[in-house]
């Protein structure tokens, strides 16, 4: 019993240096990868810099495995890994929220963009006199004043 | 004084000559516009063949911006009234007409015409809505009216007369999911003159309804959160008067 409590309030972190090196590694190539995308037209730069802030992350985590246990205490965490996956975790949700926001955007963006098309088209049409077959004059400029 | 009257149509072939008809039968001095919201059959070649001036959006974007296009196309072309109804065929042309007398007399900003008569509102003569409906219709016009304090029988209603003022408010402010409802919520909000007329509708021409008992479900949530957030979103700017 006594062991155990000691062994779980111990601010140790389980890492070896070699999953230290490995995980330095993904970073640097995760990164390269973000590069060679925005190189090749495939990223816009205003997406890329919170991927590389997660890139950075991985790779301050690696270099400095006591920071991870310092963010645990400070989260009030027995176990850094849980500490580790509920941070991962709650970042990839505001990013995927993100996401959404961008996309919604996105979709009234071109909804508009259809209409202002489409309303062009219909104009187009109705100047050239083959819609309405009354002879009255057909759409008056945009900025008619003939509104009252 | 000049008014549109305008038809979103979705894949109506069958039914959007005969409309346009109706409509220049019932308003032979008004121009008729046809928002074609991606049809994938000859819906924009029929609406043009009949008279009218057809608007073709590249792609289907939902019954919301359908409308908002045929809100754009009256309020940038000074139109000074403006009308819509749907391209099934149940809403008749005639009685557009008398939507129209509304706003033209100036009795309301936007007058709703509703499927529904006083004092018992969900038995008419001519309509008999099916259960999914009925459900839908009894839960949107609870919460509407409890949204907006006044009374609505028909929320979802796509038979509508507006003036200038609603034009440009429905020309900015128009929910792409959701138009029939948040736009009643948001045309109270604003300080519009919102009045419902009871008018004759008909049964279908062609197509069919998209309400199956899952998809109202879907429907009936999505509205009720689209009324809930609408009741805290800040109010857009003065709208013109």
Known sequence: MSTLLAAA?????????QTRILAAAIAIAFMAMILELIRRNQLQERYSVVWFVAGVGMLVGAAFPGLLGVVADAMGVRDTNVALFSIVLLLLLGLALNFSVIMSRQAAQITRLAQERALEKAREQAAAGNGAAESRPQAPPPSSSSSR | MRTLVFIPAWNEEASVATVIAGVR?????????????????????????????????????????????????????????????DADGQHPPPEVARLLEEVRADRADLVIGSRYREPEPDATDDYRPTFSRRVGTSVFRFFLTLATRQRFTDTTSGMRAANRRAMSLFSENYSPDFAEIESLQLAVREGLRVEELPVRMLERVGGSSFLTPLRSAFFIFKGLIVLLVGQFRPRSVEVER
């Open chain 2, 25 to 85: 039968e019932a308003l032979p001095g008004d121009d008729v516009l046809v928002v074609d919201d991606g049809s994938v059959d000859s819906t924009a070649e029929r609406a043009r063949e009949a008279g009218a001036i057809v608007a073709v959006l590249p792609f289907n974007q939902g019954l919301g911006a359908a409308l908002q296009t045929g809100y754009l196309y009256a309020l940038r072309n000074g139109y000074d009234f403006c009308a819509h109804l």
């Open chain 1, 9 to 17: 309030t111990e601010p140790t972190v389980h890492l070896t240096s």
